[in-house]
T-cell receptor
Framework: DTEVTQTPKHLVMGMTNKKSLKCEQH?????MYWYKQKAKKPPELMFV???????INESVPSRFSPECPNSSLLNLHLHALQPEDSALYLC??????????????FGDGTRLSIL | SQKIEQNSEALNIQEGKTATLTCNYT??????LQWYRQDPGRGPVFLLL?????KEKRKERLKVTFDTTLKQSLFHITASQPADSATYLC???????????FGSGTRLQVQP
């Protein structure tokens, strides 16, 4: 079991639907991340939150909307997605953003399929 | 442009042998480098971190080297086992952003 919990594990949605991915950690970490991973590719950074404030947005389309309601939770709101958005969405956390010698702890991801 | 290359997309070895995976980078000056393991359908799991002033780091059957002159890290698994079969990813801090960028990964298959 990982210390970062993501729900749901699988999600199938139509292009007009609105859904949310959720991520939770109770390690007291203050940096949280969203990554997108396509098959046989490495994780690609989407967003980074530090102390509940958005720190990095990797020019992600606005149909993806992140939210960090508190230090333990990270959401990714989805709306009007495209078939090419089908991927594994990974959440990760680390103690702090600006301490480069720290590992990231990943959840097992949400497998998203857009019909 | 910045690049992180893991030279072998796939590596097949026999059980008991040493697996050696390579990570080369271009246009980075990392203070440290990390290695992760990823199993199918799972998130990456942190294995080892090595700093720029460390030549070598060990953890059980794992060994990582870091050569900042060659801009290369080598990841070794000694006495490999079928359970070591997975994709291994190297990752670097991306400059002042303090965010990780991952290499393309090497899929290791250890044959019994």
């Amino acid at each position: 079991d990982t210390e970062v919990t993501q729900t749901p594990k699988h999600l199938v949605m139509g292009m007009t639907n609105k859904k949310s991915l959720k991520c939770e950690q109770h390690m007291g970490h203050r940096a949280m991340y969203w990554y997108k991973q396509k098959a046989k590719k490495p994780p690609e950074l989407m967003f980074v939150y530090s102390y509940e404030k958005l720190s990095i947005n990797e020019s992600v389309p606005s149909r993806f909307s992140p939210e960090c309601p508190n230090s333990s939770l990270l959401n990714l709101h989805l709306h009007a997605l495209q078939p090419e958005d089908s991927a594994l969405y990974l959440c990760a956390s680390s103690q702090e953003l600006n301490q480069p010698n720290q590992p990231q702890h990943f959840g097992d991801g949400t497998r998203l399929s857009i019909l | 442009s910045q690049k992180i290359e893991q030279n072998s997309e796939a590596l097949n070895i026999q059980e008991g042998k040493t697996a050696t995976l390579t990570c080369n980078y271009t246009n980075y000056s990392p203070a440290y480098l990390q290695w992760y393991r990823q199993d199918p359908g799972r998130g990456p799991v942190f294995l080892l971190l090595i700093r720029e002033n460390e030549k070598e780091k060990r953890k059980e059957r794992l060994k990582v080297t870091f050569d900042t002159t060659l801009k290369q890290s080598l990841f070794h698994i000694t006495a490999s086992q079928p359970a070591d079969s997975a994709t291994y990813l190297c990752a670097l801090e991306d400059g002042g952003r303090r965010a990780l960028t991952f290499g393309s990964g090497t899929r290791l298959q250890v044959q019994p």
